[in-house]
């Protein structure tokens, strides 16, 4: 089958979004790292090196055709306090609907903050705090609160309120926060289950700080930290860096339903553990296994799971890991059975290159993988849960010119979001070697040869997918219909 035509439709350049800066070049000093969609498909939220996060509305114009892609400007642009590899938009976001317009954030050595999506102008108050705790709630109160229009403008001179909530996860023994290394808020919203080292914990969104000092649940993924062997074997050790909730139609049908509508939760660590956990009954431990063995089996590498992702079916589990050149595909029914790896990503790099899965098409059946690669392409493997072994992709297009950190797909399937950017060292004689790093550190290193730089090509793009075109001298690769700029 022949690849769909890709067209770029929107773009921006601009990881510091509505901040100025006093760099007039500010794609050098920072670049973005994640991108994701909206529930409704309405907005982009990003991250960026310097600690970021911006918020882009879409126009509803977006893919009628013109002669070259919209510039996309940042409604509104969040500066946290230290770094953060975790972010959260709210499961029932809503554009007509201010007080669903929120997201959680995770930085390090702070607690868990709930945020409005959209600063307000310095004229205006604060937006009023949403009432998570059911969703028809909020949309009848929605009509009430007018301090965030359907179709915010952009400021550059915005104030940054303080957060709606805030949820601690603490060493009781120290008082210290624990660092967050993963975050997810699934739907329908109740609930937020956060990773950290050797621990997964479970909060209720409707019980911040002011009303409980400590987490609706906290699970344990070893049975002592105090073991020289760190659970002596037993268990998921490690800091959890990867978590996903099984699909609403597969915990229907498992009969999880009960816990606020989705089933099992995969988690993965950067000691590249795997678990299954099952929070609807009190966080029992469904399975644990070690994805060390099967990559290396398979020769794709890896240094540690950074993302696991469940088909829309929920029978499948994609693992996503650092430094890998492949994704592991596990077959979940009944079993953790290895079904397949998908090959052919350029990987080899300690960035965070995510992916995103959707369902497949009725002719290719099973499911589809998207993900970036480090020099700028994006791979598409179709069908997905239908072959065994290893698995070449179905097609590529040349999406940008520096690492791919993030594949979001529409919930159309119409539309696919990419963010790219990576840094570069660079020698004193002006030879460049190249070299990305997922580090949380920043500026140039100190007492070093090499200053680190950012590439020079950092960008959120936005692609419209269209029919076949059919075209023998392109091969494989699909180029989109307009011009990169």
């Known amino acids: 089958m022949d690849p769909p035509s890709v067209n770029l439709k929107a773009l921006t350049n601009k990881p510091n979004g509505s901040i100025p800066t006093k760099d007039s070049d500010d794609i050098r000093d920072s670049f973005f790292k994640s991108v994701q969609w909206s529930a409704d498909g309405t907005t982009l939220f990003t991250s960026s090196f310097s600690n970021r996060i911006s918020t882009f509305v879409l126009p509803e114009t977006l893919l009628q055709p013109r002669e070259s892609p919209v510039e996309l400007i940042a409604h509104s642009t969040r500066t946290l306090p230290e770094p953060t590899s975790a972010i959260a938009p709210?499961?029932?976001?809503?554009?007509?609907?201010?007080?669903?317009?929120?997201?959680?954030?995770?930085?390090?050595?702070?607690?868990?903050?709930?945020?409005?999506?959209?600063?307000?102008?310095?004229?205006?108050?604060?937006?009023?705090?949403?009432?998570?705790?059911?969703?028809?709630?909020?949309?009848?109160?929605?009509?009430?609160?007018?301090?965030?229009?359907?179709?915010?403008?952009?400021?550059?001179?915005?104030?940054?309120?303080?957060?709606?909530?805030?949820?601690?996860?603490?060493?009781?023994?120290?008082?210290?926060?624990?660092?967050?290394?993963?975050?997810?808020?699934?739907?329908?919203?109740?609930?937020?289950?956060?990773?950290?080292?050797?621990?997964?914990?479970?909060?209720?969104?409707?019980?911040?700080?002011?009303?409980?000092?400590?987490?609706?649940?906290?699970?344990?993924?070893?049975?002592?930290?105090?073991?020289?062997?760190?659970?002596?074997?037993?268990?998921?050790?490690?800091?959890?860096?990867?978590?996903?909730?099984?699909?609403?139609?597969?915990?229907?049908?498992?009969?999880?339903?009960?816990?606020?509508?989705?089933?099992?939760?995969?988690?993965?660590?950067?000691?590249?553990?795997?678990?299954?956990?099952?929070?609807?009954?009190?966080?029992?431990?469904?399975?644990?296994?070690?994805?060390?063995?099967?990559?290396?089996?398979?020769?794709?590498?890896?240094?540690?799971?950074?993302?696991?992702?469940?088909?829309?079916?929920?029978?499948?589990?994609?693992?996503?890991?650092?430094?890998?050149?492949?994704?592991?595909?596990?077959?979940?029914?009944?079993?953790?059975?290895?079904?397949?790896?998908l090959e052919g990503r350029g990987g080899m790099t300690n960035q965070r290159l995510s992916c995103d899965v959707f369902p497949g098409t009725e002719s290719a059946g099973g499911f589809e993988v998207w993900a970036g690669t480090k020099n700028g392409g994006v791979v598409v493997w179709e069908g997905v849960g239908n072959q065994e072994g290893a698995v070449q992709p179905s097609w590529d297009w040349k999406a940008h010119e520096s690492a791919v950190g993030a594949t979001a797909m529409h919930m159309s399937g119409s539309v696919v979001a990419t963010c790219s950017g990576a840094w570069k060292f660079v020698d004193d004689d002006s030879s460049d070697t190249s070299d990305e790093s997922g580090s949380e550190t920043r500026g140039p290193r100190r007492n070093s040869s090499k200053p680190r730089v950012v590439v020079e090509e950092t960008s959120v793009k936005v692609w419209s997918l269209g029919p076949s075109i059919s075209s023998p001298a392109e091969g494989g690769n699909a180029e989109g219909g307009d011009d990169e700029t």
């Open 90 to 341: 709210c499961p029932y976001f809503a554009l007509e609907h201010p007080s669903t317009q929120t997201l959680l954030t995770a930085s390090t050595d702070h607690p868990i903050h709930l945020h409005h999506a959209f600063l307000p102008s310095p004229s205006s108050p604060s937006p009023p705090p949403p009432n998570p705790q059911s969703d028809d709630q909020n949309q009848d109160n929605a009509d009430d609160h007018t301090t965030t229009p359907p179709h915010p403008t952009p400021t550059r001179t915005q104030q940054q309120p303080p957060p709606l909530a805030s949820f601690r996860l603490i060493k009781h023994e120290t008082e210290a926060y624990l660092p967050i290394a993963s975050l997810i808020w699934p739907a329908p919203g109740t609930h937020f289950v956060a990773g950290t080292a050797n621990r997964i914990a479970l909060f209720d969104v409707s019980r911040p700080d002011a009303l409980t000092p400590d987490p609706l649940l906290s699970i344990a993924t070893i049975p002592s930290t105090r073991h020289l062997a760190k659970g002596g074997g037993v268990g998921m050790r490690g800091t959890v860096s990867a978590l996903a909730a099984q699909p609403m139609a597969a915990a229907a049908v498992g009969g999880g339903g009960d816990g606020g509508g989705w089933g099992l939760l995969a988690a993965g660590t950067w000691t590249r553990n795997l678990g299954l956990y099952d929070l609807v009954r009190s966080g029992e431990c469904v399975a644990t296994w070690s994805a060390a063995g099967a990559a290396k089996e398979a020769g794709i590498g890896g240094r540690g799971v950074m993302q696991t992702v469940w088909s829309p079916c929920g029978r499948y589990l994609v693992v996503n890991e650092r430094g890998a050149t492949g994704l592991l595909v596990y077959d979940l029914r009944g079993t953790h059975r290895l079904l397949g790896t």
